[in-house]
């Protein structure tokens, strides 16, 4: 995935919560955001394999030779492409991990529970609205 893409994660947990002396969210609520957001990239990316492909086309991603934009549904649904998806989960929460202390720092409750719940990217992104 580009790095231009992942670099609006940490700035999500970091803009979007900002405490506004409510009930203190902890570094667990920041850390369960994390793995919670990158799931629903990871699932988005999976229900729009063209969209990932974009982001990881021609970059040093572990996939092999052989996949092609034409190829890349199928791979992922191979017990190969399986596995790759779940380096690529690790590789999505690992660039949230900076976000984390931000998070804990500046989120409001509703903020956490507001991304908590969000089932989709976009919901993710309007979380940043939230005070």
């Known amino acids: 995935m580009r790095a231009g893409h992942l670099l609006w994660i940490p700035f999500v947990l970091t803009v979007s919560c900002g405490n506004k002396g409510e009930t203190k969210v902890t570094r667990d609520d920041c850390a369960k955001v994390a793995d919670h957001v990158s799931e629903v990239m990871i699932e988005h990316y999976t229900a729009h394999p063209d969209q990932l492909w974009m982001e990881v086309d021609g970059k040093d991603t572990g996939l092999p030779a052989t996949v092609t934009k034409d190829t890349f549904a199928t791979y992922l649904s191979s017990p190969d492409g399986k596995t790759w998806l779940l380096q690529r989960r690790g590789f999505v ?11 804990v720092a500046k989120a409001s409750r509703k903020q956490v529970d507001c991304l908590l719940k969000a089932t989709s990217r976009e919901a993710v992104t309007a979380c940043d609205s939230v005070k």
């Open 93 to 103: 929460r690992s660039a949230m991990e900076p976000g984390v202390d931000a998070c």
